[in-house]
C-alpha cells in the first residue's frame, strides 16, 4: 500500500462516519445544541468539512468547494466566506442551521471528491514538502493532512456520539 492509499482510506473513513452521523436525522436534531451551549451535529460536520476544505485546498493550489461551487451560497449562512469555525462565538456556531442531511453531506462529498483528487497523486515525495513555515519546525504536506484526518475525525466522532444522545440510543 503506497501513502497515497493510505490516505485516501483514512479520507474514506471520515466520508464514513460523516454519512452515519448525520443520516435521517430532522432538521431540529441535527441543529440541536445540548444544553444550549455545545456544538449542534450541523455544525460539527459544516466545520470538519470546511476545515478539509480549507486546508486541502491551501496546499493543493486552489480555490475552495465552499466558494468555486456555491456551497457557501446554498448554505445562506450569517458568516463572512472565509469563516470555517475556529474561534466561533456561541452565537456563531447557533447560526450554522441546516434544513436536513443532504446539504452537509452534499457540501461534505464535493469537499472529499477534491480532496480524493489530490491525495490519490501525491507520492512519498511529495509529502516531505514544507507547507508552512509559520511553525517549529515547518510544517510539511503529510504533516498537514494527518493533521487533517486526525481533526476531522474527532468532530466526525462527535458528531457521532450526539446522533446517540439525540436518538436516545
Not at 485546498?57 to 461551487?69: D, H, I, L, P, Y
Not at 498537514?144 to 474527532?154: G, M
Amino acid at each position: 500500500m503506497t501513502s497515497a492509499q493510505v490516505l485516501v482510506d483514512a479520507f474514506g473513513r471520515i466520508r464514513e462516519v460523516v454519512h452515519e452521523a448525520v443520516a435521517g436525522l430532522s432538521a431540529e436534531r441535527l441543529n440541536h445544541r445540548l444544553d444550549g451551549r455545545a456544538n449542534s451535529v450541523a455544525w460539527l460536520v459544516w466545520h470538519l468539512t470546511r476545515v478539509q476544505d480549507d486546508h486541502v485546498a491551501e496546499v493543493a493550489g486552489r480555490e475552495q468547494v465552499w466558494t468555486s461551487a456555491g456551497w457557501y451560497d446554498r448554505f445562506a449562512l450569517p458568516l463572512p466566506p472565509e469563516s470555517h469555525g475556529y474561534g466561533h462565538t456561541s452565537a456563531e456556531v447557533d447560526s450554522v442551521r441546516v434544513a436536513g442531511p443532504a446539504l452537509l453531506t452534499g457540501y461534505y462529498d464535493a469537499v472529499h471528491d477534491e480532496t480524493l483528487r489530490f491525495v490519490a497523486g501525491l507520492s512519498d515525495a511529495d509529502l516531505d514538502r514544507v507547507v508552512d513555515e509559520s511553525w517549529e519546525p515547518p510544517v510539511t504536506l503529510g504533516v498537514r493532512l494527518v493533521s487533517v484526518i486526525a481533526d476531522d475525525l474527532q468532530h466526525a466522532g462527535q458528531a457521532a456520539l450526539l446522533r446517540g444522545l439525540l436518538l436516545g440510543g
